[in-house]
């Protein structure tokens, strides 16, 4: 199963949601309805899935990572222009230097280049409270089935994905190190995400294995998808300063 996960963990790391919405077309026995419904985000959090937070040093420890553009367990997403706000100089810098290369760019002015920074990085900002909310769905649900992960079946899937830094292994594992520096990305963090990935794989199994008569058709699918994700914006409320589809806010 770890052999499964792995080729696809960029993948379930980026589309969380996705495929927790899809895990299941049923809700019967789903224990989700068990989750109460935060009235307020409070001080110190910038979001709550229903009482467990999302506390604002988690969210800024991912929001470095995101800043560096490297993340150490995606090692071939291309790493963009670096943001570096609030006056995203060098940000600016490398567009410029783009656009003397690159036909499409040229006769944008530097208020053009800036108004794209900070596009991105208002982007970026709910990119990383959108994963971390959808990682607390899947903990939280994992948690209510009593789904455990041990510390071995982590560290397998960490360590193969930083043997997928390179071809050579010695060189993995250290543009993995290099990649887990610069991003800034703690051991606590490296472990949740892991731990989300096979806690996903296995939500994905059992409601799998609860399913009964013909497979679903495709629109059956996705509106079982949309109710699932409906449910769990219903668990979830965000600070309003920090606006994403997965708040009810």
Not at 52 to 69: H, I, M
Not at 80 to 95: G, K, Q
Request: glycine fraction near 4%; charge should be negative; hydrophobic fraction near 40%.
């Amino acid at each position: 199963m770890l052999r499964n996960l792995i080729t696809r963990h960029r993948l379930a790391l980026a589309l969380i949601p996705l495929a927790f919405a899809l895990a299941s077309c049923s809700e019967a026995g789903n224990p989700v309805s068990d989750v109460p419904a935060p009235s307020a985000v409070p001080a110190g959090a910038v979001a709550m899935v229903g009482d467990t937070k999302v506390t604002d040093a988690e969210y800024e420890d991912a929001l470095k990572g995101g800043l560096a553009g490297i993340d150490p367990l995606a090692p071939t997403r291309a790493v963009p222009e670096p943001l570096d706000p609030p006056r995203f100089r060098e940000c600016v810098a490398s567009l410029e230097a783009r656009a003397r290369r690159e036909p499409d760019l040229r006769g944008l002015d530097d208020e053009a280049f800036l108004d794209s920074c900070r596009q991105r990085y208002d982007q970026l900002r709910s990119q990383v409270l959108s994963r971390l909310i959808e990682e607390r769905w899947v903990l939280v649900e994992a948690d209510l089935e009593g789904l455990t992960v041990t510390d071995q079946e982590v560290n397998a899937l960490i360590g193969q994905i930083r043997l997928s830094w390179a071809a050579d292994r010695a060189q993995a594992r250290k543009r993995f190190r290099q990649a887990v520096v610069i991003s800034g990305t703690s051991p606590r963090e490296l472990r949740i995400r892991a731990e989300a990935v096979v806690l996903q794989s296995r939500l994905s199994a059992l409601r799998s294995a609860a399913e009964e008569g013909d497979a679903p058709t495709p629109e059956e699918v996705r509106s079982a998808g949309q109710e699932r994700f409906d449910t769990w914006r219903s668990k979830t409320l965000c600070s309003d300063d920090l606006l994403v589809q997965q708040c009810s806010n």
